[in-house]
């Protein structure tokens, strides 16, 4: 079963506006990572963010985590209708654990 | 194309008829991963390598599945007797390993979509 869970599972907004999507998790963590998956194809590293960082940029990129209430939030600034995909969070469970538990996803369509 | 390759991209075959699928992973990168993804799901782990040798393996990987990567570098994963319930997108991943996050980013192959008829 999967470790994570991503909210809201869809979202639709307007170019140019702000996405934020959620995810949590259940067990201790060595690191969260957030990939991206356009329709059909493999999944696209995003960030990484360890579970001693508290946020994390990059670009139009923000990360999130808590790891006190198991949680983080992936903001894309400014869409853009390239940035539809489905989006996903990862965790590595333990140091140096080599599989990563992912989410559901977070279907993003952006409008234009 | 120094990215994870993965072949074919489509395969159909007929319930109960064997499958292989191919990865070779980025050329410098030690461990490899096969995941499984159903439609609306996240990717699911199968099976991990640390160069040749197969260091853990899902229950999702019944007796049916073999995977292997006999020299460290590509990775096949067969599926014997096939099932409905096997069609799935197989995604293969590739990291460098070792300590440090970032070594452990993995990068994922365009994966091969499996339609078991």
């Known amino acids: 079963s999967q470790q994570g869970e991503e909210d809201p599972q869809a979202l639709s907004i307007q170019e140019g506006e702000n996405a934020t999507m959620n995810c949590s998790y259940k067990t201790s963590i060595n690191n969260l990572q957030w990939y991206r998956q356009n329709s059909g194809r493999g999944l696209v590293h995003l960030i990484l963010i360890r579970s001693n960082e508290r946020e994390k940029h990059s670009g139009r990129l923000r990360v999130t985590l808590d790891t006190s209430k198991k949680s983080s939030s992936l903001l894309i600034t400014a869409s853009r209708a390239a940035d539809t995909a489905s989006y996903f969070c990862?965790?590595?469970?333990?140091?140096?654990?080599?599989?990563?538990?992912f989410g559901q996803g977070t279907r993003l369509t952006i409008n234009p | 194309d120094t990215g994870v390759s993965q072949n074919p991209r489509h395969k159909i075959t007929k319930r109960g008829q064997n499958v292989t699928f191919r990865c070779d992973p980025i050329?410098?990168?030690?461990?490899l991963y096969w995941y499984r993804q159903t439609l609306g799901q996240g990717p699911e782990f199968l099976t991990y390598?640390?160069?040749?040798?197969?260091?853990?393996k899902s229950r999702l990987l019944s007796d049916r599945f073999s995977a292997e990567r006999p020299k460290g570098s590509f990775s096949t994963l067969e599926i014997q007797r096939t099932e409905q319930g096997d069609s799935a997108m197989y995604l293969c991943?590739?990291?460098?390993?070792?300590?440090?996050?970032?070594?452990?980013?993995?990068?994922f192959g365009a994966g091969t979509r499996l339609s078991v008829l």
């Open positions: 990862a965790t590595a469970l333990i140091q140096g654990a080599q599989k990563l538990v």
């Open positions: 050329s410098e990168h030690n461990r």
């Open positions: 991943a590739s990291s460098l390993g070792g300590t440090g996050g970032t070594k452990n980013i993995q990068y």
């Open positions: 390598f640390q160069n040749e040798a197969q260091l853990e």
